[in-house]
């Protein structure tokens, strides 16, 4: 099979280098900058479990380079996903999948959802349509990420910790396209599920993305401290119950409650999360993605949201002002 990472930073350089250590597909990486140039002359270098590997791995810095691939792992951030979709065109065949490795609510998430608002447009992830009609919700498998990984200088992938990536169809089935993408995975030592409601591990991971990054973005500490800290645990508990409201209202059923979801999030203890560590370096924040949509999702199946309402008319004024909204 032909794969390729769309945007190959930390976690699709992670995917990458497994799936090309392995050796039994085609793996093409599209990157930019000292990154793409690094892969390119040395190799793509995994640090992971106490080891280092370089891996060789196809690099290259546009689609037309990489030519029409069976999948396209897209691993941006959702603002990313306007501006990149055009310059993804040239990886489209008739058959290719794209899977979806995005944080928070995705453009494709009424694709298949059967009730009343099956094939709606995500308008905070989706502006005027402009994803949907070039990365067709079809081509879309959904991917929930659960490694840890950073890129501490080009070329070189710093893994520390997890290797699953849930996969699932957005009609629930166990299509041929996503089996056979889930064995690629497996076979390269990532674990890669298959589940028939993907949706719902989606909002388990994002429970806690809408609560804790922006909180984090607004006081600036880290996970620890803010689970800690009574106040702040108060208010992401509070975002979460409104969150599972509308999750719930869409059909979503939760295998956990929220309280050992906010203990899932200490146990990662002292960590920045990406909201946070964006701010800090002055590029964009996933707002939208991660907030903004359950809110525009909130108005759509009438809950009331209000202290998701109040958190992400405060994170993007923080934003504006750091210049990173």
Not at 198 to 211: P, Q, T
Not at 220 to 230: A, E, F, K, M, R
Not at 274 to 282: C, K, P, T
Request: net charge neutral.
């Amino acid at each position: 099979m032909k794969i390729c990472v769309f945007g190959a930073g930390a976690i699709g350089g992670l995917m990458a280098a497994k799936l090309a250590a392995k050796g039994d597909h085609e793996v093409t990486v599209i990157a930019r900058g000292p990154h793409l140039a690094a892969m390119q002359s040395k190799g793509l270098v995994l640090r992971s479990e106490g080891t280092e590997t370089t891996v060789p791995v196809r690099a290259v810095a546009t689609a037309e380079e990489a030519g029409v691939q069976d999948y396209v792992v897209v691993t941006l951030k959702a603002h990313s996903l306007p501006g990149a979709a055009k310059q993804m065109q040239p990886l489209l065949g008739p058959e290719t999948a794209i899977v979806s490795a995005v944080n928070g609510i995705p453009w494709w998430y009424f694709h298949k959802l059967a009730g009343p608002h099956e094939g709606r447009r995500v308008e905070s992830v989706d502006p005027g349509g402009v994803v949907s009609e070039l990365l067709a919700p079809s081509r879309a498998i959904g991917a929930i990420v659960y490694p840890a990984a950073e890129v501490p200088e080009p070329g070189v992938i710093e893994h520390t910790y997890g290797d699953r990536f849930t996969l699932g169809e957005p009609d629930g089935s166990r299509s041929p396209r996503v089996s056979a993408l889930s064995e690629a995975l497996i076979a390269a030592g990532l674990k890669a599920p298959v589940r028939p409601k993907i949706r719902d591990e989606l909002w388990v991971k994002l429970w806690g993305n809408m609560a804790f990054n922006p909180i984090s973005a607004l006081t600036g500490v880290t996970l620890d401290v803010l689970i800690g800290d009574p106040g702040q645990r108060g208010v992401a508990r509070a975002m979460m119950l409104e969150g599972q409201a509308v999750a719930e209202k869409l059909g979503v059923r939760f295998a956990i409650d929220v309280d050992k979801r906010i203990a899932g999030g200490a146990e990662v203890g002292a960590h920045k999360t990406s909201m946070l560590q964006d701010l800090e370096r002055g590029r964009p924040m996933e707002i939208d993605a991660l907030l903004g949509a359950v809110v525009e999702l909130a108005a759509l199946v009438e809950v009331p949201v209000p202290t998701c309402d109040t958190v992400l008319a405060l994170v993007r004024a923080r934003a504006r002002v750091a210049g990173c909204y």
